[in-house]
């Protein structure tokens, strides 16, 4: 998916631990996005990076954290997870930003 | 009303017809317009982008843009069984962190 990588694949967890999803690129892409995909709704935006250290909330950001210690590696963190966190996440990178987004394979998670 | 809206299908069609795919915005800051494609399981795939209204072409594929209408359509011709995905369409103004707007996707199946 060039030169974008999400770990794991699949997840499972239980209710309240706290899970983290990486997202690695190659590309060297100044923007980067978790995106988390769920029947009726979508395409949401969690958070979003423009650089390292900068980082910034989506639409959808309550019980998430991210980080961005580097220029490949975007971090999302669910820092307790429940069950409305079960989902397909999706990170994204960009470069030019109009001109639209590379996604990674995604993470599916279960929450139980 | 949502900033963007697309009707999620599903859209049943026989091998060789054509195909309609729209959205309407309701954001006239929107500058920027994509087509993703997504296969079961995968991450969306950018297909066609454009900016300016008119139509952009490439291969079987149509891109139109009608600024005024807000309103965007996405044309399969000669479809084929390979085409049955989730088509999205994305949005953006193009400004700051170039985030995309996407709507929640139309299913296609092409039928041989």
């Known amino acids: 998916d060039a030169g974008i990588t999400q770990s794991p694949r699949h997840k499972v967890t239980e209710t309240g631990t706290p899970v983290t999803l990486r997202c690695h690129q190659t590309?060297?892409?100044?923007?980067m996005y978790w995106y988390r995909q769920d029947p009726g709704h979508g395409l949401r935006l969690i958070h979003y990076?423009?650089?390292?250290?900068?980082?910034d909330k989506g639409e959808v950001s309550d019980g998430y954290s991210v980080s961005r210690s580097k220029t490949e590696d975007f971090l999302l963190t669910l820092e307790s997870a429940t069950s409305s966190q079960t989902s397909v996440y999706f990170c994204?990178?960009?470069?030019?930003?109009?001109?639209?987004?590379?996604f990674g394979s995604g993470t599916r998670l279960t929450v139980v | 009303q949502k900033e963007v809206e697309q009707d999620p299908g599903p859209l049943s069609v026989p091998e060789g017809a054509i195909v309609s795919l729209n959205c309407t915005y309701s954001n006239s800051a929107f500058q920027y317009f994509m087509w993703y494609r997504q296969y079961s399981r995968k991450g969306p795939e950018l297909l066609m982008y454009t900016y300016s209204s008119g139509n952009k072409e490439d291969g079987r594929f149509t891109a139109q843009v009608d600024k005024s209408s807000k309103y965007i359509s996405l044309f399969i011709r000669d479809s084929q069984p390979s085409d049955s995905a989730t088509y999205l369409c994305a949005l953006t103004s193009g400004a700051g962190s170039y985030q995309l707007t996407f709507g929640k996707g139309t299913k296609l199946s092409v039928i041989p």
């Open positions: 590309e060297n892409h100044r923007y």
């Open positions: 990076s423009y650089g390292v250290k900068d980082t």
């Open positions: 994204a990178i960009s470069d030019t930003g109009a001109w639209g987004y590379t």
